[in-house]
């Protein structure tokens, strides 16, 4: 038997569930000796954090692109600059 929470204060919900959903539930909560509620919980509370990890790793990795295209930007600055030195020195070359 799975220990259980603190009882923390809860606000009554309803959800409407498929029966074969609800048949599932109730046979997982009666497995791991839990109620339909708790188990409900602690698929939304694992969904939630998943979601929160996703969006860290989402922001993490928007960030490191942003990084990448600045450095990119800079080296397209660069070869641009170099290229219009090439062509006035080649230009110079031919009068």
Known sequence: MREHPPVTAKIMTSVYLTPQLKQALTRLAKRRGATMSQEIRAALDRHL???D???LQLGLLANQANQALTRMIDKLDEAHA????LKKSLAGRKR
């Open 82 to 85: 170099a290229i219009s030195h």
């Open 49 to 51: 954090e998943r979601d």
């Open 53 to 55: 990890d996703i969006e």
